[in-house]
């Protein structure tokens, strides 16, 4: 716990020096999401990850490359708690972001379609499933 109270403040020191629209306190925010979403903290996660959001969307950095990670990870939080709602909206969103962003063959193109196919299956939705996980094997060439 000693690594977690030296790591808020140094995001609040961050927050002061940076303020709260800049993108190295937003990243930092997003690693500190992550670190709750990885040990099971999801009520903690979410809030942060959509500070983090709100952040890119205010300050006009919806196309940066790193706005597509934080939507896919608000996708794989929302596929955790089991609303596969808001989580098929956050991986649809990332992956038409990355579409425009990401060479046709480059393997995070190809993870965000894993991660729907992911949803669909645990949604029972198997030939959605599984033809985008054909496309994903496709990408990373793997068959």
Do not use: C
């Not at 990885?38 to 959001?53: C, F, Q, R, S, T």
Request: hydrophobic share 40%.
């Amino acid at each position: 716990m000693k690594k977690l109270r030296f790591f808020l403040e140094a995001i609040n020191i961050q927050k002061l020096l940076l303020g709260e629209m800049h993108l190295e306190y937003a990243q930092s925010l997003n690693n500190l999401a992550s670190m709750y979403y990885y040990i099971g903290n999801y009520e903690k996660a979410e809030p942060l990850y959509l500070d983090v959001l709100n952040i890119f969307e205010k300050s006009d950095l919806t196309s940066h490359p790193f706005y597509s990670y934080i939507l896919n990870n608000l996708g794989n939080l929302y596929r955790e708690l089991n609303n596969y709602i808001k989580a098929e909206q956050y991986f649809l969103k990332t992956l038409s972001l990355a579409k425009t962003t990401l060479a046709e063959g480059h393997p995070e193109l190809a993870n965000y379609i894993k991660n729907i196919a992911s949803l669909y299956s645990d949604m029972g939705k198997f030939f959605e499933s599984e033809q985008l996980f054909w496309k994903q094997k496709l990408i990373l060439k793997i068959i």
